[in-house]
């Protein structure tokens, strides 16, 4: 079953790729990849042509069948966001197409480093990100997240670096810098993933490892050694892992993302490397998307909440699992805040605010918030609370066993869920409210807030600061890292510069190792003109790429004309050292 995909050209009922094997060479003087995607087709209809999503690529020569005979192909014409469609002339029986191509040095998938904006200084690194639909930047491909492909690549890299895919992976540096991979599974465009860098590879458990620089090995084997345990966790709740090995690239703090779920492979930012494991749940998260995302995928980017939904819920319950409740209710409630701001933000009637979304005529990067993550999380709790936890875990797990290796649509979930779940049950059919869910802006009526014990005392605690006792008498002994984020979110709005430089004396919250903690402080600061912040404020933009952290900061501060400046400034300095998906949404918010 295929819906049609608004952000691709691709006509995959006609004629559609279902193997790659992609052959390129990484130039990082010219900052080029260059090479030959060739394909394997299946001709549905006896069509002339085949099309493939480009953008920014140049294409050099198409061929078809093993014995590559020169074929014709034209690009139609280019859109700002979607690109340029490819077409290339086939016959009936066409079973293989090549297109030889270069990419742009400006290919907003690819983000190349140089030596300094890496960890170890001495060489050159790159990346992928292609969610959402930039795989078309850096390999001509059928870009929508309907089609599935399975690839095996061929990468020619200079001999002192290594190169991970989103495949299987090599751990050792070879001497010719030629690197082999192979992904057996069927995925997605948009789970392409490539990085070539000065990586060394550390073994966590059977199953699991980390890439990194040398620089970073040791942090992170440190921050994530718990990831095995995860994957065991994860397999409690849905089922058999499908991928073979979980590994993770650690990246460089330009990467744009927290954690990016490519297959085998999540790329991770290095701004969670928090020294106390205290924001693992990103490494739940990425490897959560295993199941929801990676097995079974978001046909289309409207329905990107069954990606990001689906994960945001599964990752709290390995969290449960691991540290159990208490600890879990925290994220909820932070993630619940997060949703109010985005709700607040988008309007509580904007349409983006359904999880079914409608980015017709949109980059579907400017529609994917916090709606699908946590109106979504809290849609699929309140259909576990409305039929017991054994009976929806055992529906999910026959979700994601129906669709395995298959993409679905909003669609596709709603008739499941009527199907196995709600079977006829007029009264559980109104209790769901799937209307109200899915297709109504804001949030349901009957919707209940979650909670947590742990942060109500972070509140009574907060309550008598208020009341008059000193920052550094409060019983704060033995907070993690979520309720220091807690306490920093519920401060008041406006604080004079000695509650500031109190609260700082106490808590050393701008000198903190803790991103969050930090983001959250800056945004305090900044609102509040705390000058013996600003050093390390504007080290932490100039540094971190990481758009989550980035757009607020930025927000607060262009809202005086004297932080407006302070922030073009800094962006001016920073701007180099940030990835083409922040820069696209900075430049926007600071024009
Ligand atoms: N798949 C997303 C990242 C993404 C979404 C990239 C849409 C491009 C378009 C990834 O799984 C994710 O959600 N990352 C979050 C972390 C998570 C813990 C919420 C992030 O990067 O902040
Ligand atoms: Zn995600």
Known sequence: MLSEDVHSFARPSEAVATHLDLNI?????????????????????GTEEIVFDTRGLQIEQAFVGDDMEPTSFRLGTPDEVLGQPLFVKIKPDTRRVTIKYRTSPEAAALQWLNPQQTAGKQ??????????????????????????ITYSATVQVPAELLAVMSASNPTEKNPRGVYNFEMRQPIPSY???????????????????????PATIEAAAYEFAEMDKMLVAAEKIYGKYRWDRYDLLVLPPS????????????????TVLAKDRSLTSLIAHELAHSWSGNLVTNGTWNDFWLNEGFT???????????????????????????????LEELGADSPDTRL????????????????????????????????????FDAFVNKYFATYAFQSTYTDTFL??????????DAALAEKINIEGWVYTPGLPQDFVAPSSDRFAKVAETFRSWQKGVPAEKLATQGWSSHEWLHFIRMLPEDMTQQQLTELDKAFHFTTSGNNEVLAAWFLHTIRNNYASADTALQAFLTTVGRRKFLVPLYKQLIKTPQ???????????????YHAVATVTLDELLK
Do not use: C
């Open 356 to 391: 079914k979304l409608d980015l017709e005529g949109r980059d579907p990067d400017d529609g994917l918030t916090d709606i699908a993550y946590e109106k979504g999380n809290f849609f699929l709790q309140h259909i576990e609370k409305a039929v017991g936890r054994e009976r």
């Open 191 to 213: 789970l392409m993933a490539l990085s070539v860098g000065d990586l060394t590879f550390r073994e966590i458990g059977p199953q699991t490892g980390i890439y990194a620089e």
């Open 415 to 424: 008739n499941f869920l009527r199907s196995e779940l709600i079977q006829g």
């Open 563 to 577: 932080g407006k400046e302070k922030a073009l400034a800094i962006y001016a300095k920073a701007r180099p050292n």
């Open 25 to 45: 060479d990484v130039d990082f003087g010219n900052k080029v990849l260059s090479g030959q995607a060739a394909y394997q087709i299946e001709n549905k209809t």
């Open 312 to 342: 945001v819920y599964f990752e709290r319950r390995i969290m449960e699992e691991l540290y159990g409740k208490e600890y879990a209710d925290m994220l909820q409630v932070l993630g619940y805040q997060d949703l109010r701001h985005t």
């Open 255 to 270: 990467f744009p993302f927290g954690g990016m779920e490519n297959p085998r492979l999540t790329f991770v930012t290095p």
């Open 123 to 148: 060489h050159p690194f790159l990346f992928t990100q292609s969610q959402a639909i930039l795989a078309r930047t850096w390999i001509p491909i059928q870009d929508s997240p309907g089609i599935r």
